[in-house]
């Protein structure tokens, strides 16, 4: 079975500074997709990046980059020079390829607070 | 971009009625929809997996006679909450699939409140 997990409930960045959000994975498919979505107060899911089991390289978009490290399934999301309006929920998730049907798995979720 | 709309937004209705909330993929056509369910400050749990043309596939604890799903066409999958009751209430929220290696295209989601 697919797990992520999410272990901040919640974090706190001032303006400017860059900050990680932490996720772990749990899959025995070799075949598998990672995303982060972010969610604000209105509701919305917001698709931020993804990364592909078999990608060599580290996703990124603009200020958002995915640090992917296979071994230790771990898919961490770095914002770079945080904004206010970056203050939201953010979600990891999983899609499993082969055996997972392409139902997608969200994490509990990091709140983040970002400083002025 | 492909966008997936969602109606409705807000519904607050009586004990004892039924709720039908619409996913609609505008854009494009989505062979496989997602429905699932938020509380405040929680996740998203997946309720179901909507094929187009066939039986939804329920995740285990998800009541099927109680939240019915209907793919009948390639633009929309419709989520039908039967004789809702006041722990029914949720956020409810539907996502369509493009591709294997694409992300979901959410719709904003519905707010249920059964009084």
């Known amino acids: 079975a697919q797990k992520i997990t999410q272990t901040q409930p919640g974090m706190f960045v001032q303006e400017k500074e860059a900050v990680t959000l932490d996720c772990t994975y749990d899959?025995?498919?070799?075949?598998?997709?990672l995303f982060w979505y972010k969610q604000p107060s209105s509701g919305e899911m917001i698709f931020l990046i993804y990364q592909g089991s078999y990608d060599q390289q580290n996703a990124t978009e603009g200020r958002y980059s995915l640090n992917f490290q296979k071994a230790r399934k771990s898919a961490n999301l770095v914002i770079s020079a945080s904004q206010l309006g970056d203050s939201a929920m953010y979600f990891c998730a999983m899609r499993e390829g082969n055996t997972g049907g392409f139902k997608t798995i969200f994490g509990a979720g990091t709140r983040l607070f970002v400083k002025a | 971009g492909a966008v997936v709309s969602q109606h409705p937004s807000w519904v607050i209705c009586k004990s004892g009625t039924s709720v039908k909330i619409e996913c609609r993929s505008l854009?494009?056509?989505?062979?496989?929809m997602f429905w699932y369910r938020q509380f405040p400050k929680q996740s998203l749990m997946l309720m179901a997996t909507s094929n187009e043309g066939s039986k939804a596939t329920y995740e285990q604890g998800v009541e099927k006679d109680k939240f019915l799903i209907n793919h009948a066409s390639l633009t929309l999958s419709t989520l039908t909450v039967t004789s809702a009751h006041p722990e029914d209430s949720s956020f409810y929220i539907c996502s369509a699939l493009l591709g294997r290696e694409q992300p979901q295209h959410f719709g904003d989601g519905t707010r249920l409140s059964i009084l």
């Open positions: 899959t025995s498919d070799p075949s598998y997709g």
């Open positions: 854009d494009f056509q989505a062979t496989t």
